[in-house]
C-alpha cells in the first residue's frame, strides 16, 4: 500500500479537519499520519522521539445529548456519578455515536474503534529516521 508513496504533505494548522479536508480535495491522499503527542509514566516504555502508532484508535468526540427524564436514554448516565449519593441530574444521559467507516474496498460500516495497518508504523518510522529533537 506505501510502496507507491512518493510525496509526504507536512500541515501544521490548529484546524485539523479543515487540513484534512483541503489535502482531500487538492491531492490524491493513499493516507493520513497524524503526529501527536504520546506518553508514559514509565521511563523505559516511552521516550521522546520514539515513534508510538496504536493497534486502533476510538472515536470518543462525538455524543448525543439526551434531554433530562427522557424515555431513549444513553449508556453515560450522569446520575451514576452524583456525590455523596447516586440519583437523578439535570444533565440526564449521554449515547456515543458510532462514525461510519468509508473503504475502497468493502462496503461502509458503524465502527466505534479504528484499527491501524502495522504499515502505517513503518512509514512513519522512515519518515522520522533522521529528525533531530
Known sequence: MLEHLTKLLLC?????????????????????IFFGSSGSLDKDILMPGDVAVPKAVAFTGVWEWK????????KLVFGDFNYPENGENLLGTAEHQKIDLFSTSEESKEVFWLPISSSWYEAATEELKDLEL
Open 12 to 32: 501544521m494548522l490548529g484546524n485539523v479537519a479543515t487540513a484534512v479536508q483541503t489535502m482531500l480535495l487538492k491531492f490524491h491522499i493513499s493516507g493520513i
Open 67 to 74: 434531554k433530562f427524564r427522557s424515555e431513549n436514554k444513553g
